[in-house]
């Protein structure tokens, strides 16, 4: 019995050692315009770029994206998005990347906020630059966020 354990253990143990070789990363996006009408945010553009960096070997990683609704209101996801890089490559993806796989512009001129999820068998070096300012005129905010690894 014990030996039929043992055996069951360690033909096993390789697949618990694959399936924690996921890193998930949640990175916050804010994009768009607010006008006048009262939100969530004060009049003015708002803008996101997510900067993902690989510093190992070639490898697809996924993404999706969520929406956050006003008034407690879950906004829904996207499926996932295959994308691959080489080692030091990086991409970004920017308020126009989000809003074409969300597939809808924001809402009345609103601001459209959500998460970018991104799911790799490798760890991944991701910041999130914030910036934001009135209409028409020049940047007044900026903020750079590397994105840890969720839990």
Not at 21 to 41: E, I, M, V, W
Not at 55 to 65: E, I, L, Q, T, Y
Not at 109 to 128: H, R
């Amino acid at each position: 019995m014990r030996k039929t354990i043992l055996l069951l253990t360690i033909a096993l143990l390789p697949s618990f050692a694959s399936a924690q070789t996921s890193f998930r990363y949640d990175a916050k996006y804010l994009c768009g315009k607010q006008g006048t009408s009262p939100h969530n945010f004060l009049p003015g553009v708002y803008f996101t770029s997510i900067n993902v960096y690989s510093n190992s070997g070639v490898h697809a990683f996924k993404k999706r994206f969520t929406v956050s609704l006003v008034n407690e209101k879950a906004g829904g996801s996207t499926g996932w998005v295959v994308t691959s890089l080489s080692a030091g490559q990086s991409l970004q993806i920017d308020c126009d990347n989000i809003i074409s796989h969300l597939g809808t512009l924001p809402p009345g001129g609103q601001v459209t906020e959500g998460f970018v999820i991104i799911d790799s068998p490798n760890k991944l070096d991701i910041v999130a630059v914030y910036s934001a300012g009135p209409q028409g005129g020049p940047v007044s905010s900026l903020l750079m966020e590397r994105v840890p690894i969720a839990p």
